[in-house]
Nanobody, 119 residues
Framework: QVQLVESGGGLVQAGGSLRLSCAAS????????MGWLRQTPGKERVVVAT????????YYADSVKGRFTISRDDAENTLYLQMNSLKPEDTAVYYC????????????WGQGTQVTVSS
């Protein structure tokens, strides 16, 4: 099991940027596929971006393509999400998550960090 702690959320104006970090402990993330997901009140948690462990293959939701960048530093055991050109609709709680198998659900979750984008 890996423990995940997100940081970097906050309040930003539309068009601004934030960088989320997810510090992992308990085991290395180097063999885990990692992801960022977000959730707004009354809605399901949705995938924002993922990055695989083997080929560093990335996936982005259509709504964030070209604006968000996911990256990982396995030496620091940390996952990042650079968010640029933020929009009010990006407002959500952002969660870091890890999965051991690519064709399965996420096994471990962080507590989430709030991102609020004002118009």
């Amino acid at each position: 099991q890996v423990q995940l702690v997100e940081s970097g959320g906050g309040l930003v104006q539309a068009g601004g940027s934030l960088r989320l970090s997810c510090a992992a402990s308990g085991r290395t993330i180097s063999t885990l596929t990692m992801g960022w997901l977000r959730q707004t009140p009354g809605k399901e948690r949705v995938v924002v971006a993922t990055i695989s462990w083997f080929a560093r293959t990335t996936y982005y939701a259509d709504s964030v393509k070209g604006r968000f960048t996911i990256s990982r530093d396995d030496a620091e055991n940390t996952l990042y999400l650079q968010m640029n050109s933020l929009k009010p609709e990006d407002t959500a709680v952002y969660y870091c998550a890890a999965k051991r198998r690519d064709n399965a659900g996420y096994d471990d979750w962080g507590q989430g960090t709030q991102v609020t984008v004002s118009s």
